[in-house]
């Protein structure tokens, strides 16, 4: 199926989790915030939350700032 | 000792954590800086290059994060923002910023009151980055505000205390402590901003690259603790006349 991750269409398997994606793409689930179709999802909810055809997803971080 | 929100600070040292040349250069400068409180902000994952994960050599044991909404640019982003920071773990501290014009990077004050009201009403403990206006920042602290946070000079111009006359002001009104924020860009600015009685400072870009950032936190560090010191001894205060500091007296034997 696919998404919008981080404003970029990308194929995924029927029924990946938040969880199992951020995991796939090599970062930290504690450390990353997603927002899915404009809802934050709580870091608890990633394993069990499932993306579908057409979600969109935001992937953000903490960064350096002022 | 700093207070903010009914937490205790030893240090009055706020150091922003962008611009830095690494990741270990900015911990070693956060570690040298003696600070206790740290902003930073969030963006979208580059998931072509996501490069190091600040989360990952930061300590939140040492340091009280106060994640920024920097890049809203009205209150909603700003909210959208907050909101996100503290489902990521950032905690209820918020360094409160909205720029809309990207020319001038000045907080909009309108904007800025109104999605203070809203994210004091969830639980945020706001620290609003404001023009230095004391009215706003009466407004601002009427309205829940943990504390104000009013600007030197522009983000990232090292231009020092241009604002110093309403920041005096700012400070003579305030009920919550005032950190001045933005432009402070030599130890010699911070401790102009401590000596007129700020409770605190944030300074970034002045640190993060200057040639040895390291060696610039100690400096702006003695800094910040000069001007406090000198804040608390009461100043001497100045005059336009002379005024010799020897005895006028006993100079007989020269005639």
């Known amino acids: ?66 | 000792m700093l207070t903010i929100a009914g937490r205790t600070f030893k240090s009055r040292l706020l150091v922003g954590t962008g611009k830095f040349s690494s990741a270990r250069v900015m911990k070693e400068a956060l570690e040298a800086s003696g600070s206790e409180m740290v902003t930073v902000a969030l963006r979208r994952v580059d998931l072509d290059d996501p490069g190091d994960d600040i989360m990952s050599v930061l300590d939140r044991e040492r340091y009280l994060f106060l994640p920024n909404t920097s890049g809203a640019r009205d209150s909603a982003e700003a909210v959208r923002l907050a909101r996100m920071a503290r489902a990521s773990g950032g905690g209820d501290w918020l360094k409160l910023e909205v720029t809309p014009d990207p020319r001038t990077l000045l907080p909009d004050p309108v904007e800025t009151l109104r999605a203070t009201e809203i994210l004091v009403g969830e639980g945020f403990k706001v620290l609003p980055y404001i023009n230095a206006d004391p009215i706003l920042a009466l407004k601002l602290q009427d309205a829940g505000a943990a504390a104000v946070m009013p600007l030197g000079s522009p983000i990232g111009t090292n231009q020092g205390l241009l604002t110093r006359f309403q920041v005096e002001i700012i400070i003579e009104q305030a009920r919550v402590p005032v950190i001045v924020d933005a432009g402070l860009g030599a130890p010699s600015h911070v401790a102009e901003a401590m000596e007129i009685g700020a409770d605190a400072v944030l300074v970034n870009t002045a640190l993060a690259v200057a040639a040895d950032p390291v060696m610039m936190a100690k400096a702006f560090a003695m800094a910040v603790v000069a001007g406090r010191t000198a804040f608390e001894a009461g100043l001497a205060g100045s005059r336009s006349r002379p005024e010799a500091s020897s005895p006028e007296m006993g100079l007989d034997f020269l005639n």
């Open chain 1, 1 to 66: 199926m696919k998404i919008v991750c981080n404003g970029k269409e990308k194929e995924v398997r029927d029924g990946l989790t938040i969880e199992e994606l951020i995991v796939d793409l090599e970062l930290n689930p504690d450390t990353v915030v997603a927002e899915c179709n404009g809802a934050i999802v709580l870091r608890p909810d990633y394993p069990d939350r499932q993306l579908s055809e057409g979600s969109v997803l935001e992937l953000i971080r903490f960064v350096g700032g002022g």
